[in-house]
């Protein structure tokens, strides 16, 4: 593709380089990230989706973009209410595949000792791996509650506090899900996953906060030095991905029935005021909600080990939600497009939300300083807290990156090194790692990804997020 520079941390690719893109594709990435990604033909579907009905502004893309399903990974685009489409493809497989962050009020000194103890408990009590159920156990007549409550489904049943609900985008829950729009096969796949793990890059990690950028906004979140953190990364699980699966025929007959030409058949799509598009809409917010409740429950398994290996109750552990936020989502939110507000249905895929301060849909114990934007990194580097930016509202609809991004596929990665390699080599490094699968651990190894702290750097160049604290993995479980 044809790509101008516009400054040090953005290009463009400008609408006039392939037949039918309505708008610009603007790329967040620094040179060195813009090697690895134009291997991968990342670009190309970014000006992909720059042809597709009713789509405002620009085609953008994060620092960690990579290849992807239909959108890249790490995509972002907006479409009009009135005139847009809503695409599979745009919020991929795993819907609200996200993280949430819990402080506590533990430091290194006090995990250190029985750090591997921690790892093997939390091995013990959350089920992990691919295809593996054995979570939460709930009736047929209560899915229905999970898929259209969410986290208030899981405050019910004393999973989380409101407390929590109100640290998680949207609290938790998508209003608009459809239980109708499930299919018994979806519900087969999710019915015994609410409380599981997965595989391939979702982990539950310990982790210690090694530095804070931010004082102020630190303080805020509750974030301090030294301090012990469990970050939580998973999504909806086989729900999900059949709810994707399955609308995906749907979505590709409607692109013909309405007229709109693809460039790619991977960007199925259907108008979002269509009856297709409405049913897609509904079938994935029971996804999304489907995800919070999973993470929730998922964090509830992870507390439990904490409170049983240091023997200590829920209220001198100093448990907190610093918060929860969503990577692969479709949302109708209002943004400002050529100088107005105007409604528009924001599909992120691979990218975080990011409000600045003083934004009414930021929680109001964080409103003075912004929404906390968390990056996670792998089982070996950093992850990121971040904060909410001016410049994302005006530059990239209110999103940031979402994590480092993949530099090689799974099937490189398990060339690198084999799985117990990998496992030793972490050992070394003082880093506790538990797997289901040797293959995992080979596919997800640090080798695999492009450096964090350079995709942290670009967003914060870019005025999309500022960063608050880098957190160091300590122990960590995978599928």
């Not at 493809?89 to 000792?113: A, E, H, Q, W």
């Not at 007959?253 to 269509?274: F, M, V, W």
């Amino acid at each position: 593709m044809k790509l101008e520079q516009l400054n040090s941390n953005q290009w463009r690719i400008p609408k006039s380089s392939m037949n039918g893109m309505r708008v610009d594709g603007i790329l967040f990435v620094s040179k060195a990230l813009l090697a690895s990604q134009q291997q991968d033909q990342s670009p190309q579907q970014v000006a992909n989706v720059a042809t597709l009905p009713g789509i405002v502004a620009s085609s953008l893309a994060m620092p960690d973009m990579h290849w992807g399903y239909g959108f890249p990974i790490g995509g972002v685009a907006a479409f009009d209410k009135d005139e847009g489409i809503i695409s599979p493809g745009g919020v991929g497989y795993d819907i609200n595949c996200g993280v949430n962050l819990t402080r506590t009020s533990f430091t290194d000194k006090d995990i250190m000792p029985k750090l591997t103890q921690l790892v093997d408990r939390m091995f013990d009590i959350i089920p992990a791996g691919l295809g593996r159920g054995g979570g939460v156990k709930i009736s047929a007549k209560e899915f229905d509650k999970v898929i259209t409550r969410g986290a208030g489904w899981a405050a019910e049943r004393g999973l989380a506090t409101q407390t929590d609900l109100e640290h998680m985008e949207e609290n938790g829950c998508l209003a608009g899900a459809d239980p109708t729009q499930a299919s018994q096969r979806c519900r087969e796949r999710g019915f015994d996953q609410i409380g599981t793990l997965g595989a391939g890059n979702h982990f539950v990690e310990i982790q210690i906060v090694e530095k804070i950028f931010d004082e102020q906004v630190a303080s805020a979140f509750g974030l301090f030095p030294h301090q012990i953190c469990i970050m939580v990364h998973s999504g909806s699980r086989g729900f999900g991905y059949q709810i994707c699966t399955e609308s995906l025929p749907m979505m590709n007959k409607a692109a013909g029935k309405y007229g709109i030409e693809l460039p790619d058949r991977q960007l199925a799509c259907a108008p979002l005021q269509s009856e297709e598009g409405r049913r897609y809409f509904a079938a994935m917010k029971c996804a999304a909600n489907y995800a919070w409740a999973n993470r929730l429950c998922l964090r509830r398994g992870a507390m439990h080990a904490v409170m049983d290996i240091l023997s200590a109750t829920e209220q001198s552990c100093g448990f907190g939600m610093v918060y929860d936020v969503s990577h692969n989502i479709a949302k109708m939110e209002r943004h400002l497009v050529d100088g107005k507000q105007q409604e528009v249905c924001v599909h992120r895929k691979g990218a975080t939300r990011s409000l600045p301060k003083g934004h009414p849909l930021v929680p109001q114990a964080y409103r003075h300083v912004g929404q906390p934007v968390l990056i996670p990194g792998d089982m070996g580097r950093a992850s990121w807290v971040l904060v909410g930016a001016e410049g994302a509202l005006t530059e990239s609809f209110g999103s940031a990156p979402h994590g480092a991004g993949r530099l090689l596929s799974r099937k490189q990665g398990s060339k690198l090194g084999r799985g117990e390699a990998v496992r030793e080599s972490l050992a070394a490094r003082g880093i506790i790692v538990q797997a289901r699968s040797q293959l995992t651990l080979a596919e997800e190894q640090p080798g695999v990804y492009k450096d964090v702290d350079e995709v942290v750097r670009v967003a914060e160049a870019a005025g999309l997020a500022r960063p608050v604290a880098r957190l160091r993995p300590l122990g960590c479980i995978k599928g």
